[in-house]
């Protein structure tokens, strides 16, 4: 598996909040790689490059934290910090794993095809979800999963469990729904009638008439 890359450095933890904030300002992001038995790594790495970085792999994703020095760590992505006014991203947290180590996490999904009641508007495709839920060791685990929904027909409903897995890998999630395709959604537009505007015209030469009459009594 080709992992994204990000280059990361090894962040001092002990600066003012105000060089933080001024270390945000400047495009570094704080991030923090746990690691099992011993501390957390506190790295601070480029926001730009790591914003396409988890736009390829999504929350629960996999990189390849590389440090100035060489040394390299496989992270797996387990939460992403916005602030809730300006909904820029401030925080990023991993978990550091292995090659060789189990882990359950999301895949992207690839829908590719077109199925044939969607192109003959007698159908609509609704996709429920955008990623899979695998398990599989780090090394097994594939950059996407490619789905052709081609063959759908109207009333059909994919599961996870349907989906061809790679070598390796298995849903954790069987009964989850991926996609379907149903009927089209009718939404009809009720047209006024001549009979109801015959009445609505009534009602307003009415309710005209009485202002009239008001009026002259008033006089």
């Excluded at 061809?164 to 991926?178: I, K, Q, S, W």
Aim: hydrophobic content about 35%; charged content about 25%.
């Amino acid at each position: 598996m080709n992992y994204q890359t990000v280059k990361v450095k090894v962040r001092d933890d002990s600066v003012s909040p105000g060089e933080r904030k001024r270390n945000r300002e400047a495009g570094e992001l704080p991030i923090v790689l746990s690691r099992a038995g011993t501390s957390a790594v506190p790295f601070s790495v480029d926001t730009a490059a790591f914003q396409k970085a988890v736009h390829r792999t999504g929350k629960g994703g996999i990189m390849q934290l590389v440090e100035d020095g060489g040394a390299k760590h496989l992270g797996l992505l387990k939460e992403l910090q916005w602030n809730p006014v300006t909904r820029k991203l401030n925080h990023a947290s991993f978990q550091e794993v292995k090659r060789n180590q189990m882990v359950a996490t999301g895949v992207t999904l690839v829908y590719v095809g077109e199925p044939q009641p969607v192109t003959d508007r007698t159908g609509q495709f609704i996709k429920n979800q955008e990623s899979i839920e695998v398990r599989a060791k780090v090394s097994s685990l594939p950059e996407h999963i490619v789905i052709d929904i081609s063959s759908m027909h109207v009333g059909d409903v994919l599961t996870a469990g349907a989906v061809p897995m790679p070598d390796g890998c298995e849903a954790v999630h069987p009964d989850a729904v991926l996609c379907s395709v149903t009927t089209p959604t009718v939404v009809h537009l009720e047209t006024p009638s001549a009979e109801t505007d015959a009445v609505g015209e009534a009602a307003e030469g009415e309710g005209q008439a009485e202002t009239e009459t008001t009026s002259e009594t008033g006089n």
